[in-house]
C-alpha cells in the first residue's frame, strides 16, 4: 500500500487499505468470540498535524457488527486521554444505544463520573476499560490501527501540500490558515477586489 501511494496510484493504494481493513476485520470478528455477551464499543484514535480521527468498533452479542469513524480538526492540539473524555460525553450522553463496556487505550481522569451518568442514563451498569493485555488489548490496536491508516488517507494528499509549502516557505508549523487576494483595475480606475481565506483546508 506504502509503495503504491509513493507513486502516486492512489487508487490501487486505496483498493489494498480496503482489502487490508476487510481481512483485519474478518479476524476481528473471529477474535471477539472470546469477548463475554455484553455489549462492547472499542476506542481507537489516530493524529497527525493536520487533525484527528477517531475508530469505533462495535461488538453486539460477541459479535462485531459494525465501525464509524469521525474527523476532527479542532482537537489537534489536545491530549489524547482528553479527546477520548471529550469523544465520549458528546457520542454516548445522547445516544440510546450505550453498551455495557467501552474499551478505550488509555485511561481517563474523569472516568468514574462517566460511568456514573452513563449508566443512569442507560439503565444497566456501564464500563470504561483500557485493558493492558489479551485479545482485548490487541482489539484496541486494531481499532487505533485502523484510526491512522483512515486518518492517512483522508489527509494525504492535502498533508504533503501543506508539508511541502511549510518546507519552502521554511515555516515553523504548518500553513493551516492561507488567505490570498485578487485586485483589478479600469485603466488604473474603479479598482476592486477579493480575498479567499482557506482555514484548515477549508474554503471560508
Do not use: W
Request: glycine share 4%; with cysteine.
Amino acid at each position: 500500500m506504502d509503495q503504491a501511494s509513493s507513486k502516486q496510484k492512489y487508487e490501487e493504494a486505496a483498493m489494498i487499505r480496503d482489502k487490508i481493513i476487510a481481512i483485519e476485520n474478518i479476524s476481528a470478528k473471529q477474535k471477539v468470540s472470546n469477548f463475554s455477551n455484553n455489549d462492547i464499543d472499542v476506542i481507537g484514535t489516530a493524529r497527525n498535524d493536520v487533525g484527528v480521527c477517531i475508530e469505533v468498533f462495535f461488538v453486539r452479542s460477541s459479535k462485531m457488527i459494525g465501525r464509524e469513524h469521525f474527523f476532527f480538526n479542532e482537537l489537534k492540539d489536545l491530549n489524547t486521554k482528553e479527546i477520548i473524555s471529550g469523544f465520549i460525553k458528546q457520542y454516548y450522553i445522547s445516544n440510546n444505544n450505550i453498551p455495557n463496556k467501552i474499551m478505550i487505550e488509555e485511561e481517563i481522569e474523569d472516568e468514574e463520573i462517566i460511568e456514573k451518568i452513563l449508566s443512569e442514563q442507560a439503565n444497566k451498569k456501564v464500563e470504561i476499560k483500557s485493558p493492558k493485555r489479551g485479545e482485548k488489548l490487541k482489539f484496541v490496536e486494531m481499532a487505533k490501527n485502523n484510526a491512522k491508516v483512515t486518518l492517512e488517507n483522508n489527509t494525504k494528499d492535502k498533508y504533503a501540500i501543506l508539508k511541502e509549502l511549510k518546507e519552502k516557505l521554511n515555516l515553523s508549523k504548518l500553513p493551516m490558515q492561507i488567505e490570498t487576494f485578487d485586485i483589478s483595475n479600469i485603466s488604473g480606475t474603479n479598482i476592486v477586489a477579493g480575498m479567499c481565506v482557506l482555514k484548515e483546508r477549508k474554503d471560508k
